[in-house]
């Protein structure tokens, strides 16, 4: 993968994370900061496994696979007490 | 060759994932922005991350178990947030035609 590709590939995740952090900024209630963190942590799964190709380093596969888990544990507990309430 | 079709792939994967936060920028409702934040989303990760596994064919398993986690936890949360705002009370937005939840009593607590 050239340099060029990998830097249009990344202008274009910014740009969808930095929608994802205005709605989390503006939304009216806290289930849609909520479902925006969501979305966020999503796009840096998939932002950490392109990183790794481009630095050639096999951790960070790791590194998006322990996050990716962490944020799911994470979200269901939001969910949790945005239901019910600890 | 196989670099060209995993370019293509990420790319494609890349695209999605942009639509999907443009989705969550601009849909009106809680409930329009979950499924655009889960489908869209859950896609671009999946074609992102097996792109990356197809130009760099030793990593592909990993790759593929990252993905199919992805395919698996991202509903799944999803469907938890949902369910669990429409039981904390936010309401449809203004434009809704049907809503199917008010023939359950549980849901919709005032």
């Known amino acids: 993968m050239s340099e060029t590709i990998f830097y249009i590939f990344l202008i274009i995740i910014g740009a969808g994370v930095i929608l994802c952090l205005l709605r989390m900024l503006k939304g009216p209630t806290a289930s849609d900061r ?23 380093r096999y951790v960070y596969l790791d590194v998006s696979l322990v996050y990716s888990v962490i944020s799911f544990v994470g979200l269901v507990a939001i969910a949790r007490f945005l239901e019910k309430g600890i | 060759m196989r670099l060209i079709i995993g370019e293509v792939i990420t790319g494609i994967g890349t695209v ?21 934040g889960t489908k869209c989303a859950t896609l671009g990760a999946f074609l992102t991350i097996i792109g990356v596994g197809v130009m760099q064919p030793d990593w592909f398993w990993k790759a593929l178990i990252i993905a199919l986690f992805i395919l698996i936890s991202n509903p799944i949360s999803s469907h938890a947030l949902g369910r669990a705002s429409l039981k904390s009370g936010v309401r449809l937005c203004d434009k809704s035609v049907v809503n199917k939840t008010e023939e359950f009593g549980r849901y919709n607590k005032k």
């Not at chain 1, 909520?34 to 050639?56: E, H, M, P, R, Y």
């Not at chain 2, 639509?19 to 969550?24: E, T």
Request: glycine residues 6%; without cysteine.
């Open chain 1, 34 to 56: 909520a479902i925006a963190v969501d979305t966020v942590t999503t796009i840096v799964v998939a932002l950490l496994v392109l990183l790794g190709f481009f630095f050639k």
């Open chain 2, 16 to 36: 999605f994932l942009f639509l999907g936060s443009l989705g969550i920028f601009r849909l009106p409702d809680v409930y329009n922005r979950v499924q655009a």
